[in-house]
T-cell receptor, first 111, second 114 residues
Framework: DAKTTQPPSMDCAEGRAANLPCNHS???????VYWYRQIHSQGPQYIIH???NNETNEMASLIITEDRKSSTLILPHATLRDTAVYYC????????????FGKGITLSVRP | DGGITQSPKYLFRKEGQNVTLSCEQN?????MYWYRQDPGQGLRLIYY???????QKGDIAEGYSVSREKKESFPLTVTSAQKNPTAFYLC?????????????FGAGSRLTVL
């Protein structure tokens, strides 16, 4: 599984877009980029995943660079409830792929 | 509503005692997972099961045991052999073991050893 690197923390103002970066320079061709988030003392929540095309759902957008070495999760209009730890994971599919979580990036949304 | 139920939410135990954490899902998912989280850390995989009556060790299985006798249930036993069991334990499931890694998590069980 490719190693991912995220800054430890960032903040943004409520109502503004939050752009969370992730580096995965060793990602292989069959590995997807996944994003989860964990609000304090709760279980993680799946947000979005993608292979090489940009993806959007009701929660966020995922922008993957053309060389796939980095990606950005975008929360278009951050709210206070988006304050959480966000995990970026690079992982293939299949029976041998096991999801593991690093320390993630702590996003603080300020009023 | 479909989901994962973990119980108890909080648990205290004395050193030397075994304790079993319950995890039940009604999502009809084949695969189930147990993770451990320590303060300020990420999640580490303890055990996982891709199908009934089968399970594999994760990265930190020592001192833990599991069973998967029913599709909907995947209990975790923290044994006295686990040297530092105080942690937040999370159970998760996904549709099948080979598909996309979209996991549904329970709310967690917080174990404190006194």
């Amino acid at each position: 599984d490719a190693k991912t690197t995220q800054p430890p923390s960032m903040d943004c103002a409520e109502g503004r877009a939050a752009n969370l970066p992730c580096n995965h320079s060793t990602i292989s061709g069959n590995e997807y980029v996944y994003w989860y988030r964990q609000i304090h003392s709760q279980g993680p929540q799946y947000i979005i995943h993608g292979l090489k095309n940009n993806e959007t759902n009701e929660m966020a957008s995922l922008i993957i660079t053309e060389d796939r070495k980095s990606s950005t999760l975008i929360l278009p209009h951050a709210t206070l409830r988006d304050t959480a730890v966000y995990y970026c994971i690079a992982l293939g599919h299949g029976a041998n792929s096991k999801l593991t979580f690093g320390k993630g990036i702590t996003l603080s949304v300020r009023p | 509503d479909g989901g994962i139920t973990q119980s108890p939410k909080y648990l205290f135990r004395k050193e030397g005692q075994n304790v079993t954490l319950s995890c039940e899902q009604n999502l009809n998912h084949d695969a189930m997972y147990w993770y451990r989280q320590d303060p300020g850390q990420g999640l580490r995989l303890i055990y996982y099961s891709q199908i009934v009556n089968d399970f594999q060790k994760g990265d930190i299985a020592e001192g833990y045991s599991v069973s998967r006798e029913k599709k909907e249930s995947f209990p975790l036993t923290v044994t006295s052999a686990q040297k530092n069991p105080t942690a937040f334990y999370l159970c998760a499931s996904k549709v099948d073991g080979s598909g996309a890694n979209v996991l549904t998590f329970g709310a967690g069980s917080r174990l404190t050893v006194l």
